[in-house]
């Protein structure tokens, strides 16, 4: 599969670009760039090799930052193209924070020249943690896993098991469940049908007189009585 490439270049020719090529699509440096195309993982890992700072460095020292880059995407392990693409981008967010980092502790320097490498710094370390946060949410592990070991329901409760999220949002998990649980509902049939205590007179030598919970009792009239009162006195 071939597709043909313009270059705007005057005085060139179209040129083919292959797609799909079974030369290319071996993976045999797929442990580097996260692709079966092998084209693919050598400009990925070209592509975090030149965001190194290497102009102060030796030959030899070169050669092992060179090295070390390519370890460092083999240790991430990425398993597609777009964990390949944010190894990399870790990488070089790593390197460009530790030389903000450097610069910042240089002695012959403003206040302004430290106070700036130092906020450079700062940015990149918050970018390396997203790219970090992205990498394990798309490997699934930006799951959280909730374990319930004791529920207590009161009385017309119910219980809830699983995660709770509201309809149409994501990473709302499983669905919910909700179940009755017997014991609430035999705690409140047990309450609704419980008698009230009787109430005592002031005087607490008499027997207790019982009161209905929905009973009706006629009130006497305080007409009547404070007229008697009035007369036997």
């Avoid at 190194?52 to 990425?78: C, F, H, Y």
């Amino acid at each position: 599969m071939s597709m043909t490439a313009m270059n705007t270049a005057e005085g060139t020719k179209p040129s083919a670009v292959v797609a799909n090529d079974p030369d290319d699509r071996r993976g045999q440096l797929k442990n580097i760039g996260g692709s079966q195309s092998d084209h693919w993982n050598n400009t990925l890992a070209n592509q975090a090799m030149q965001a190194l700072w290497l102009k102060n460095s030796s030959q030899e020292e070169r050669d092992k930052q060179l090295s070390a880059t390519v370890a460092a995407l083999i240790g991430i392990a990425p398993k597609d193209e777009l964990e390949g693409m944010m190894a990399a981008q870790l990488v070089a967010a790593h390197n460009a924070a530790l030389e903000c980092y450097r610069r910042a502790m240089i002695g012959e320097q403003t206040f302004e020249g430290r106070r700036e490498n130092l906020a450079q710094a700062n940015k990149l370390s918050r970018t390396y943690a997203a790219l970090l946060e992205a990498l394990n949410r798309h490997r699934g592990k930006g799951q959280q896993k909730v374990t319930v070991e004791h529920v207590h329901v009161h009385a017309g409760g119910q219980a809830v098991v699983g995660m709770v999220a509201a309809p149409g949002q994501p990473g709302g998990g499983e669905a919910t469940k909700i179940e009755e649980q017997p014991h609430a509902k035999q705690i409140a049939g047990q309450i609704a049908h419980a008698s009230e205590p009787a109430l005592r007179r002031p005087d607490a030598g008499r027997d207790a007189v019982p009161v209905a919970r929905d009973g009706k009792r006629t009130l006497p009239d305080a007409r009547r009585q404070g007229a008697g009162r009035v007369q036997g006195q």
